[in-house]
């Protein structure tokens, strides 16, 4: 006897179709989606049908329906803001983080100069176009901005879903500081030429399809900013124990 195979109704289809789309990093966490007008005349389906698929996707954690639209949910937060709290209260764990970006983005690197489309090549060379801008404007915030999106482009570009969403969970703490403060890094001039020329050698190799050359200059940048950070921090503790030191007297009785 042959099993009968029942039709998912138009609601679920819808529902799958908009899953797989924030599954590939089409729609991404904290964006809200189109209206809801819009939205059908896009996927061209009506509006209840719609309505009822936005609702199965608020069930599973992956929208967020309120007042101002549907948006799609941090979906890895329950993951990751305990682990940023972890995270956050130990100084180690930042040498930990630089190792684990070291295995894992080398991977990405190598793979997105392999399958990377021709949209994401130019993506890529646009970033590192806003990357020089904010280097001759002396923007630290939008050099710290440029960094983290040319990122977010490798990872996509290896087309690697779970590279994908979890660098993405990782870069997302990484703009809060949860490791280092990128900020005060960018303000360095030392530090924002190098880092300029290492994204360039980064950016290049994959959109030149260049594996190794990928690969070496995701490694050479890992091993430089985590060294970068740790001098960093080791400067600003001396400076910190000094200023202690000169200013015991309140600490102490003239007597």
């Known amino acids: 006897m042959t099993a009968r195979l029942r039709t998912p109704k138009l609601a679920e289809a819808i529902a799958g179709h908009i899953e797989r789309l924030i599954l590939e990093g089409v729609l991404r966490p904290g964006e809200r989606l189109a209206s809801e007008r819009d939205l059908s005349e896009q996927l061209e389906v009506s ?17 967020a ?23 956050n209260s130990n100084e180690q764990v930042t040498a930990d983080y630089f190792e684990y970006r070291e ?3 080398r991977k990405a690197t190598a793979l997105a100069a392999v399958r990377a489309s021709d949209p994401e090549r130019q993506a890529i060379r646009e970033c590192l176009g806003e990357m020089q801008a904010a280097y001759d404007a002396n923007d630290a915030t939008r050099e710290a901005e440029a960094d983290i999106v040319l990122h977010r482009l490798i990872y996509g570009a290896s087309h690697n879903l779970v590279i994908l969403h979890v660098m993405r969970a990782f870069s997302e703490m990484l ?15 030392e ?4 880092l300029l020329s290492q994204h360039k050698a980064i950016g290049e190799a994959v959109v030149g399809g260049d594996v190794a050359a990928a690969e070496e200059a995701a490694l050479r940048h890992l091993v430089y900013t ?30």
């Open 226 to 255: 985590g060294q970068s950070v740790e001098r960093f921090r080791r400067d600003e503790a001396r400076t910190s124990l000094a200023l202690r030191r000169l200013n015991r007297s309140t600490l102490i009785s003239g007597g």
């Open 175 to 189: 703009r809060r500081d949860i490791f280092f403060n990128r900020t005060q890094l960018f303000a360095i001039d």
């Open 65 to 87: 329906i309120g007042r101002d639209g549907t948006r799609v949910t941090q979906f890895l937060a329950p993951l990751t803001e305990p682990l940023a709290g972890l995270l």
């Open 191 to 194: 530090f924002r030429e190098e």
């Open 103 to 105: 295995a894992v983005e």
């Open 47 to 63: 509006r209840p049908s719609l309505r009822d698929a936005l609702q199965i996707l608020e069930e599973r954690g992956l929208l």
